[in-house]
């Protein structure tokens, strides 16, 4: 039963420290997306990926969010510093492009 | 700019009854729509989806309508069962999707 994974399931931080988050996105899917849920944005798409290549990332703060995709196993999503108001959860699906995506379960942030 | 909008922040509905949920689009590139399932503490899980080329897609309980000229789609569930009760996300795209805000959807015993 192949799944998206992520860790860490939970994450609780300080303001000012890094984050990073990791996805391991389901093997032959070639996209692989980064998502936000906050209650008042719903879900927020901030980074994209298809065949490891970043293509678009317009979703993500730039000063303090990255993401990359050093193998076709792995895909990280990094936020430093981080702030309260980037406390949410962060979730990774994976799909070939143009279908639908299956989602991971997510990562919960709590920034202090 | 909301490209994808769910006006029914909630719906509540009785079992054995028939759930529908609207979502409008304002994109006509879109060529391709989606319904997502999530309970809470999980992430969201593919339910039904339909092209741009048809009207109407069927499985089981779930039905996906769209009406392309009035860039509308929606979700029937018939009967509605207690299970059921999640949030439910539409989206839309050709490739990278476009999510609405998610209706919570109710099944009373």
């Known amino acids: 039963d192949a799944r998206v994974t992520q860790t860490p399931r939970d994450k609780v931080t300080e303001m000012g420290q890094e984050v990073t988050m990791r996805c391991q996105p389901i093997l032959g899917h070639n996209t692989v997306f980064w998502y936000r849920q906050t209650m008042k944005q719903g879900l927020e798409l901030l980074a994209y990926?298809?065949?490891?290549?970043?293509?678009?990332d317009s979703g993500m703060p730039k000063d303090r969010f990255s993401a990359e995709m050093p193998d076709a196993t792995l895909a990280t999503l990094k936020i430093q510093p981080s702030e309260p108001r980037d406390s949410a959860v962060y979730f990774c699906a994976s799909g070939l492009w143009g279908n639908e995506q299956f989602f991971g379960p997510g990562t919960r942030l709590t920034v202090l | 700019d909301q490209q994808v909008k769910q006006n029914s922040p909630s719906l509540s509905v009785q079992e054995g009854r028939i759930s529908i949920l609207n979502c409008d689009y304002t994109?006509?590139?879109?060529?391709?729509f989606l319904w997502y399932k999530k309970y809470p503490a999980e992430g969201p899980t593919f339910l039904i989806s339909?092209?741009?080329?048809?009207d109407k897609n069927e499985d089981g309980r779930f039905t996906v309508f769209l009406n392309k000229s009035a860039k509308h789609l929606s979700l029937h569930i018939v009967p509605s069962q207690p299970g059921d009760s999640a949030v439910y996300f539409c989206?839309?795209?050709?490739?990278?999707?476009?999510f609405g805000q998610g209706t919570i959807l109710t099944v009373h015993p």
């Open positions: 989206a839309a795209g050709s490739g990278k999707l476009t």
């Open positions: 994109n006509s590139m879109f060529d391709y």
């Open positions: 990926f298809r065949n490891r290549a970043p293509l678009d």
């Open positions: 339909i092209s741009s080329i048809k």
